[in-house]
């Protein structure tokens, strides 16, 4: 029986989830959870960083003296493209930005009259989102040029609690590709990139791969926790690419849905494939474990939902999830259809409102309960699958959809993606990402010998839930709908 810590940061929440591994099975337990939101300070969103390495470290106390556990290791996962710069002197330069600071709009289109779109992708592989650290740091030196001409080094979140932790500093490859700063041909930071930039490559790290151990949690912690020192492993930190990795695929052939604030939808590939199709369909290449690669699209996903239910809590109804989608499967079907993925979604005050107007702009009926707005936006993710499953199908065909993460208990949504997409629809792993991230430790301490192990593990830890298509005629005809709707909305 081994025993390992993982730490994963996600939108809502925090967590520390202890993984058991016996006779090739995984269990996980929650063993602390604190809330994680973005600090708005000023109209600045940032991580509550210092508040988060408290709370780890009084996960990792809560493991060790009060269920008396000892991991043979920790390992943490984030969102991607986020980081935080440190001075000379090793100390944190600033709290760092969440990436839906607004900071970045319209960087994309400045950023690309310097380098042509088309020769940043051939480098990164890599598809254009405003929040990417390349543009982030874009900004960075437009509006604290004093402050990244100083840096020292740079690290992503993981990297930056990971060196709170362990004091050495390092970046874990998933994370790196995901940054649109890393090249896919060379396997280096891209120097091109870098001098457009105006900033030196010396402020990144080595880039090492998922499953090596970064250092030993750092005296004060061990102090705490009887003198352990227990190792700090790089799992995929990458959230994604950490959900991925668990996910037991039966077929090469089927596409996966990564489910969470995030929907991640794409197909597992050998090598990057970056081409003008590629490109023109909006597909990005990122890392996984191995050095393998994930051809995707990262879809607005259930973050629209949350918001949703967050802007009805504003205006004084506070729902569960479970009963806003028992609405939501009450209320009447395809009344309205919304692009999940418009900006106007990306983080605008009242959900509820944006989506409002949205319809209003579209000329369609705008929502009148609870239930039709929740209605609204689970099958405008279902139909948003089916166009990114139409266009995968273009470039590597599938067969199926697997799905992982918090959304499988979503049921109402994953039948409605079979029916959108007209294919089976496998949910395994609600804890997708924490598995990934146990599993990549136990692989990395030696524990288990392969990614197949890996998989493996996770098929023999979760009872498969497969959802058949139905209702093929509705969902065709309302597709037809949806994609004029969106395209009229571009
Ligand atoms: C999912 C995710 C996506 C990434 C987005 C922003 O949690 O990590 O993969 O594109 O968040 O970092």
Request: aromatic letters at 8%; glycine letters at 8%.
């Amino acid at each position: 029986m081994s025993c390992y810590l993982a730490v994963d940061l996600g939108a809502e929440s925090g967590r520390l989830i202890l993984g058991t591994i016996s006779e090739g099975k995984l269990e996980m337990r929650e063993i602390h959870r604190f809330a994680n939101g973005m600090l708005n300070i000023n109209g600045q969103y940032h991580w509550n960083i210092g508040s988060l390495y408290a709370e780890i470290v009084k996960g990792i106390e809560q493991c060790v003296n009060v269920e008396g556990v000892v991991p043979e290791s920790i390992g943490i996962d984030t969102w991607g493209v986020d980081y935080g710069l440190l001075a000379e002197d090793g100390s944190l330069m600033g709290l760092p930005f969440a990436y839906r600071d607004p900071r970045t709009t319209g960087l994309i289109e400045e950023f690309c009259s310097l380098m042509p779109k088309e020769e940043i992708y051939r480098r990164t592989g890599n598809l254009f989102a405003s929040y990417n650290t390349l543009f982030q740091l874009f900004a960075a030196k437009k509006h604290h040029p004093k402050m990244v001409n100083a840096a020292s080094d740079l690290l992503f979140i993981p990297d930056l609690l990971a060196y709170f932790l362990t004091g050495v500093k390092a970046t874990e490859f998933s994370f790196a590709t995901t940054s649109q700063l890393y090249n896919r041909s060379t396997n280096s930071w891209d120097s091109e990139l870098f001098a457009t930039l105006g900033i030196s490559t010396s402020i990144m790290q080595n880039v090492v791969s998922a499953g090596t151990k970064i250092g030993t949690l750092n005296k004060t912690v061990a102090s705490r926790i009887g003198g352990h020192a227990i190792p700090v492993v790089a799992v995929a930190t990458h959230d994604t690419a950490s959900a991925i990795a668990a996910i037991p695929f039966t077929s090469s052939r089927s596409a996966f849905i990564s489910s969470g604030t995030w929907s991640l939808m794409g197909v597992e590939t050998d090598k990057v494939i970056i081409t003008d199709e590629a490109l023109a369909k909006s597909f990005t290449n990122e890392g996984g474990i191995e050095g393998r690669n994930y051809l995707l699209k990262n879809l607005m996903g259930l973050w629209v939902l949350q918001q949703t239910r967050r802007s009805i809590k504003d205006s004084g109804t506070e729902y569960d999830y479970p009963t806003l989608v028992h609405l939501a499967q009450k209320a009447e079907s395809f009344t309205a259809f919304v692009d999940i993925d418009h900006a106007s979604f990306l983080n605008p005050e009242d959900m509820c409102k944006a989506i409002a107007d949205y319809c209003v702009a579209t000329n369609q009926p705008v929502p009148q309960t609870h239930g039709q707005l929740a209605r609204v936006v689970i099958e405008s993710l279902a139909l948003k699958y089916r166009e990114t499953f139409d266009d995968i199908q273009a470039i590597a065909p599938a067969e199926d959809i697997m799905i992982t993460g918090g959304g499988i208990n979503n049921k109402l949504l994953c039948q409605l993606t079979a029916n959108a997409c007209r294919v089976n629809v496998t949910a395994v792993l609600p804890e997708g990402t924490a598995a990934g991230n146990l599993l990549t430790q136990a692989w990395g301490m030696g524990g288990l010998e392969s990614v197949d192990e890996i998989r493996s593990v996770a098929a023999a830890s979760s009872i498969p839930v497969t959802y058949y298509p139905t209702e093929a005629q509705q969902w065709n005809d309302a597709y037809a709908r949806y994609r004029s709707i969106v395209a009229a909305m571009k």
